[in-house]
């Protein structure tokens, strides 16, 4: 099969490139590691998002490579670039980075916008991650609620009932955050 798809890669296939990059990450019987982001970087500049995804999971995770993610957080933006298959697992990996910080600047507002994107693509776990507290303060600034109206809610009416008006703000943001953002 590497043979055939060397062949194929020889004569323009580049989705060739990322048959292989797969094929050698993979490895039925021993990774390959080093030839697979070759093979994926083949495939990521002709623009296939999967490869992109794939290098970025590489990248973060020092696999064949030096653990660097900054370039994780570059292959990742080209696979929510890309469109298609994977953009959904890119956007989460991404919102997480600038969620946390890691490697970047905290921007709770880039990890929002990421979150949403990757549940527009089908990731359920970024609705979620949207629901978090941290998450939801940050929407509620954005609705004019502030951190003392929040405590003062608390203290009159509990916890539960506090958090049950964090989602219904977080629902009411998403329904009618076109009048909110400027």
């Known amino acids: 099969l590497p043979i055939c798809l060397e062949a194929a890669l020889g004569k323009g296939d580049t989705s060739a490139a990322l048959s292989l990059g797969m094929m050698y990450a ?3 019987e021993a990774a390959d590691l080093e030839r697979a982001v070759q093979y994926l970087e083949m495939a990521h500049k002709a623009g ?3 490869a992109s995804y794939n290098l970025g999971i590489m990248h ?3 696999l064949g490579v030096v653990e660097d993610i900054e370039r994780a957080r570059q292959y990742w933006e080209a696979a929510c670039a890309a469109e298609g298959e994977f953009v959904a697992e890119a956007a989460s990996n991404l919102a997480c980075i600038y969620r ?5 600047a905290v921007d709770l507002e880039r990890a929002i916008q990421l ?3 990757a549940l527009e ?3 359920v776990q970024a609705a979620n991650n949207l629901g978090s507290r941290e998450l939801a303060e940050e929407m509620s600034k954005k ?3 502030t951190q003392e109206s929040l ?3 608390e203290r009159e009416v509990g916890q539960a009932q506090v958090d049950i008006i964090f989602n219904f703000n977080i629902i009411f943001f998403f329904r009618f955050r076109k009048l909110f953002i400027t």
Not at 100 to 104: C, L
């Open 121 to 123: 693509a089908g990731d």
């Open 143 to 145: 609705m004019k609620v």
């Open 26 to 28: 993979e490895g039925e």
């Open 48 to 50: 296939f998002a999967q």
């Open 151 to 153: 405590r003062k809610m």
């Open 60 to 62: 973060q995770q020092g």
């Open 115 to 117: 979150f949403e994107k």
């Open 100 to 104: 946390f910080g890691d490697g970047v």
